[in-house]
């Protein structure tokens, strides 16, 4: 009787000492969803809502009358991308996007203009090293176990079925989610001051990741001349042109001289 209360006393001592942390637990966010760019058609319908927003913040501001020039930038706001710079994705959203401000009757240049407003963009690709699982729906154990439970009656092999099915569709709800993510950020500037300012968070693919990627800047190859014609170099495997021969004395005749390799044994 002694030994038990021992026990339990020790079991006790180190359930307290567990929690006694140093610091704070961490602990995930409540369930929430993010939609997943998986197709064009995502993209057209971001680019739909983003000139709904940029219209009904121009009638706001009393800017609905100013010409606009969609402007795509690479790193920074303030510096747009070069030639050959964009990626996929830059380039059919920035096409997307005039597309749907003209729909709405926004005056929209083809051509950078003094006095008018600039729509910059630019898309941030982000990577996450470790693997992300999705939290369960809430409700959706209570709701699995309550179909278990009601089959508390039913045959043996009946309540083991419904308990995988059970099973399986929790495992579907965690599973483990994708390493990339894209933030697209737009904004509208006046004067040093932002009149519109968005930034929309997707999953997208991982193997669909280069898509948001900028390209590299083309480097230019400059060729320097010494004026003078290099020698190649020369091959070791090829065949060596053949010596010039000794001259033949009158009384013993040169010994012939093959540029080859010597015949080897098969």
Known sequence: MLSSRLLTIFFLLLYIGGCAGTIPEPVSYPYSQQNKMQASHHWEVLAADLANRINNQLII??????A???KETCGNEAVPCGEGETGS???AFRDLLITYLVDFGIPTRNEKEAGILDINYKVQVVRHNADRRRSLQPGLLSTLSAAVVVLRDAPSN???????AAA???????VVNGHYEVIITTSIVKKQKYLFRS??????NDKDFWHY???MPQTKTIKVSTGKKPTPAADPQAPQAPKAMPEASVSEPAPLQFPFDEPKDV
């Open 61 to 66: 501001t009393d800017n609905i009358d100013k």
């Open 68 to 70: 606009v020039f969609v």
């Open 89 to 91: 994705f830059n380039e």
């Open 158 to 164: 009946l309540v083991i079925m419904a308990a995988g």
């Open 168 to 174: 399986d569709v929790a495992n579907s709800s965690l």
């Open 199 to 204: 930034s929309d968070i997707y999953y997208i």
């Open 213 to 215: 990627l900028n390209r």
